[in-house]
């Protein structure tokens, strides 16, 4: 089984709104990812999660928050996004983070802030 | 200075005819890993093949090879005999081992499978 799977497929929210998204996979695997992709580009890394640690953050803003409660889930918790922040939002995971391993990407939430 | 370079924006192909799509990458770490994703118009991306920096042999995966020149620092993904559900953008990507969590996605190739 090679799925990621992430709630919900679409999100519309307002710029004052609190939202999360979700990313589970049941894998084994020990690192998880945050993606951001913007319409005809390629994805953009954001969060990096290695054994339920935060790894990696891009400079990404504050208003993105991410959570890892255990190693098979992942959140992103959204709160007072801009319309630039409008994207499809991908989640990942590996087996680790050597170069070696494939990343398997969920569908995405294809989000709007109006 | 670009790690991951697909020159070619968009690429029409015949279907059962094969195509070749390019990827060249720039890097100093003489350990690293490259990668071919597809994305449909759904958005999902999905793992199609990898080869690393230290195989031998080229990778293959079914209907798809990587056409691998490391001396060129070239990754030519080729598909054989494609098919209509080839439709799809295809990202060349890398990680190098000294910034491992990190994977580097070229622009893209837009592929169109015509009839």
């Known amino acids: 089984d090679t799925e990621v799977t992430q709630t919900p497929k679409h999100l519309v929210m307002g710029m004052t709104n609190k939202k999360s998204l979700k990313c589970e996979q049941h894998?084994?695997?020990?690192?998880m990812y945050w993606y951001k992709q913007k319409a005809k580009k390629p994805p953009e890394l954001m969060f990096v999660?290695?054994?339920?640690?935060?790894?990696i953050n891009e400079s990404v803003p504050s208003r993105f928050s991410p959570e890892c409660p255990n190693s098979s889930l992942l959140n992103l918790h959204l709160h007072a996004l801009q319309p630039e922040d409008s994207a499809l939002y991908l989640c990942?995971?590996?087996?680790?983070?050597?170069?070696?391993?494939?990343?398997?990407f969920g569908p995405g939430t294809r989000l709007t802030v109006t | 200075a670009q790690k991951i370079t697909q020159t070619q924006p968009g690429m029409f192909v015949q279907e059962k005819e094969a195509v070749t799509l390019d990827c060249t990458y720039d890097t100093s770490d003489p350990s690293y890993g490259l990668f071919w994703y597809k994305q449909p118009s759904s958005g999902e991306m999905i793992f199609l093949i990898y080869q690393g920096s230290y195989d031998q042999q080229n990778a293959t995966e079914g209907r798809y090879s990587l056409n691998f020149q490391k001396a060129r620092k070239s990754a030519n993904l080729v598909i054989s005999a494609s098919q209509l559900g080839d439709s799809a953008m295809y990202f060349c990507a890398m990680r190098e081992w000294e910034t491992a969590s990190k994977l580097t996605f070229g622009t893209g190739t837009r592929l169109q499978v015509t009839l």
């Open positions: 999660y290695s054994y339920e640690k935060l790894s």
């Open positions: 894998m084994g695997h020990r690192a």
């Open positions: 990942a995971s590996s087996q680790g983070t050597v170069p070696s391993y494939e990343q398997y």
